[in-house]
């Protein structure tokens, strides 16, 4: 079975940090890049931050760029995203993806997880 499970969000301050994690599992990890997405409240769905199988390309929203790091552990089947000055724009549910091929292509996404930034 093919999942992706996120972990890692809460509430933070502006200017805080937090680290999200997405467990994954069912696919050849490494062989696939992974994508974070977030959802702000009555907004679109939109790409945060990617990176390759190998882990030696990541390209990032302008957003967030060199306030967020995007990293992956191949031996641990796990993505991690890290989440630096912190402001209440960020403020979004925050989705793992991958898109696998498994017999055909397979866009899989993991539940979500709450980050809210306020004082």
């Known amino acids: 079975q093919v999942q992706l499970v996120e972990s890692g969000g809460g509430l933070v301050q502006p200017g805080g940090s937090l680290r999200l994690s997405c467990a994954a599992s069912?696919?050849?990890?490494?062989?696939?890049?992974m994508s974070w997405y977030r959802q702000a409240p009555g907004k679109e769905r939109r790409l945060v931050a990617a990176?390759?199988?190998?882990?030696?390309?990541?390209n990032y929203a302008d957003s967030v760029k060199g306030r967020f790091t995007i990293s992956r552990d191949n031996a641990k089947n796990t993505v991690t995203l890290q989440m630096n000055s912190l402001k209440p724009e960020d403020t979004a549910v925050y989705y793992c993806?991958?898109?696998?091929?498994?017999?055909?292509?397979?866009?899989?996404w993991g539940q979500g997880t709450l980050v809210t930034v306020s004082s």
């Open positions: 993806n991958a898109v696998v091929y498994l017999g055909g292509y397979l866009e899989v």
């Open positions: 069912g696919f050849t990890f490494s062989s696939y890049a």
């Open positions: 990176i390759t199988g190998t882990g030696g390309s990541t």
